[in-house]
């Protein structure tokens, strides 16, 4: 019997098309007007859009297209690790499972490749089963709801959708914490020591959190089972929350204030190393990787490594591997076709 056409689908948030304010303006547009990213009905939301398109779409394309000028490298960092991590998996899926035929794709919660066009075109062409594996260690409703809004959106315009599953969170995951480690003991033994370990997580709105968005747990989560793996004391690591966006809290500590006042208190070396990002991007290797390394030696910190993200490593693509096998369980027909006709048999 043949297989039906399987696909995985690697999510991650997107980035503009180009590094200019045209296009920038574009994808902070889509982004930012996403209810789930900027939350607010009725009074609050009209004030909203109109501080968006307003202040908001006029000065900061200019500024967010220089920071984009900076890294790009042909194309976003994002996008291009992206691409290569669909190429790193497909190969191991070849070798591991290529009986079944599954193909890797590409997508983008925000501008291109976008989700909703991707759906579409798996659809037309006769996939029947797809895995979307957002690459989102830690689950929040800022980042992973938004895809399975867009799923929804999708199977709601469409008749015959293919059988479509969605893989929640990994942020506890053996392989994730194995493959965090070990990039980090690999990077540790190539570099200079140093005294402090700083786990920086994206943030999101105090309130967000407060409301029960559990995306604060699970980065916490992801730090203790690291630090325990690593065997780090309480005072060799700490969990810090970056990008802060707008006037409201955010979640605390801020990585940018909490690396001011590290060296005052005689911590002056530190590595850092940015969990809830799978893949560099404009957020790592332009905010952690230049900004705060200014704010940290601008204080009188005298080291400042930072630690790549898993992108395509060995470890990340063993990990993807794993979430594809446990995930598309029942999906294939593989020698057991009898078995389950004995089972049918047997209960009847
Ligand atoms: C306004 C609210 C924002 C929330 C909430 C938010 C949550 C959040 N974001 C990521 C991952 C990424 N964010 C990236 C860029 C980025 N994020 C925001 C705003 C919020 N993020 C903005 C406005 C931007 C664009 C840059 C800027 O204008 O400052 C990126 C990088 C994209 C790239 O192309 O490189 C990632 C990745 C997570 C994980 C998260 C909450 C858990
Ligand atoms: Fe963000
Ligand atoms: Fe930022």
């Known amino acids: 019997m043949t297989q039906p056409k399987t696909a995985v689908l690697l999510v991650n948030l997107g980035s503009p098309d180009q590094p200019t304010p045209a296009a920038v303006r574009r994808y902070l547009k889509e982004f930012l007007s996403d209810r789930r990213v900027v939350e607010g009905d009725g009074l609050m939301r009209l004030i909203w859009l109109t501080v968006l398109n307003g ?25 291009l690790i992206l691409n290569q991590q669909v190429a790193a998996l497909q190969r191991a899926l070849q070798q591991q499972m290529p009986a079944q035929n599954i193909q890797v794709y590409s997508a983008m919660t925000y501008g291109n490749p ?25 689950y929040s409703a800022t980042t992973t709801a938004p895809i ?19 893989i929640h969170d990994y942020h506890d995951h053996p392989l994730y914490i194995q493959a965090l480690a070990e990039s980090v003991q690999d990077f540790r033994e190539a570099h200079p020591a140093s005294d402090k370990l700083i786990l920086s997580y994206h943030g999101i709105p105090q ?38 966006f707008g006037p409201k809290a955010w979640l605390q500590p801020y990585t940018d204030k909490t690396l001011e006042a590290l060296p005052e208190s005689g911590v002056k070396k530190v590595d850092i190393i ?25 204080a009188g910190g005298e ?46």
């Open 55 to 79: 202040i908001i779409l006029t000065f900061r394309p200019r500024k967010v297209a220089k920071l984009y000028a900076s890294i790009w490298d042909q194309d976003s960092p994002l996008r």
């Open 114 to 138: 976008g989700l909703t066009a991707r759906l579409e075109e798996l659809t037309d062409a006769g996939y029947r089963k797809i895995l979307v594996l957002p690459l989102y260690p830690q």
């Open 303 to 348: 080291q400042y490594q930072y630690i790549p993200a898993l992108n395509a490593d060995e470890g990340m693509i063993n990990l993807l591997v794993r979430l594809v096998k446990d995930n598309s369980s029942g999906w294939f027909n593989l020698a057991n076709t009898t078995n389950t006709e004995n089972e049918i048999n047997n209960a009847s």
């Open 148 to 166: 399975y809004d867009l799923i929804s959106r999708f199977q709601m315009k469409t008749r015959d959708f293919p059988d479509i599953r969605v």
């Open 207 to 244: 309130e967000y959190a407060a409301k029960g968005d559990p995306y604060p747990e699970h980065c916490h989560r992801t730090s203790e089972l690291l630090a325990e793996r690593l065997g780090l004391t309480a005072d060799q690591w700490q969990t810090t929350f970056q990008s802060r």
């Open 274 to 298: 940015c969990p809830a990002f799978s893949a560099d991007c404009l957020e790592t290797l332009e905010e952690i990787a230049v900004e705060n390394r200014d704010v940290f030696v601008g």
